[in-house]
């Protein structure tokens, strides 16, 4: 067994978190958007590298303050989202909608405020859903992938989960960023430096 991971995959209502997620786990897409009722907790087995990790990914959909970010100080509680056990993290927006991606930078700013003195630190990736409507994006994607890596100091990668694409590879690479986690590098460049091909599939 190579261990456990603790991921939190948190956003914006409607931004594609759950949609992320089972195209990871199942393979599928739901066509009609459903809002999550309540948080959900998957426990999939995967294979990295040839070693086994046992994954407990939340889905962070349903009891946040809405669209809007100002209500995070009440909705982030540490210890109903068990932030200070979290090991990585997985910030999601769509990338036609400006707020969404406002929505992430509060959340971001949030789980910073909220980590314990002393606690190992977690990496962020902050990902760009719904990359097929490309054309109706508000901003470069060059732009924003500058700010979130070297202002926000995070990871980040755009995805499209209607399509499946990107998406095992975004937990790859945060699988993989979360295991070097101990090692003396800055986060944001242990977890650009881990998007390399590795072999990772669900068991």
Known sequence: MGGSLRVAVLGAPGVGKTAIIRQFLFGDYPERHQPTNGPRLYRPAVLLDGAVYDLSIRDGDATGPGHSPEGLEEWLDPKDWSLQDTDAFVLVYDICSPDSFDYVKALRQRIAETRPAGAPEAPILVVGNKRDRQRLRFGPRRALAALVRRGW???????????????????????????????PAHPALRLQGALHPARCSLM
């Open 153 to 183: 100091h995070c990871g980040y990668l755009e995805c499209s989960a209607k399509y499946n694409w990107h998406v095992l590879r975004l937990f790859r690479e945060l699988l993989r960023c979360a295991l070097m986690r101990a090692r």
